[in-house]
């Protein structure tokens, strides 16, 4: 089993989590973390016929995630 985990700062990490639990939330396998540097994690079993395609899958997917983290990183989301 492979374990894949998205991380970010931990002062941005409830910022993050706010926006994007919910969207989380829905992936199907998938575990919102919040604890550390760590927002998400999914397990992914390594026996897949197509495992190159299927993580790639899985990339495209934390892609998502990333508008909110260049928001955090930029500045322009804050803390309240």
């Known amino acids: ?7 970010i700062s931990p002062n941005s990490l409830n910022i993050s989590l706010d926006i994007e639990a919910t969207r989380i939330a829905g992936w199907k396998g998938y575990k919102v973390i919040g604890k550390k540097y760590n927002i998400c994690e999914r397990i992914l079993p390594l026996n897949f016929k197509n495992l ?29």
């Open 52 to 80: 190159a395609d299927r993580m790639y899958e899985e990339m495209n997917r934390l892609r998502q995630l990333e508008p909110t983290m260049n928001q955090i990183k930029g500045g322009g989301l804050r803390p309240v």
């Open 1 to 7: 089993m492979q374990k894949q985990t998205a991380h």
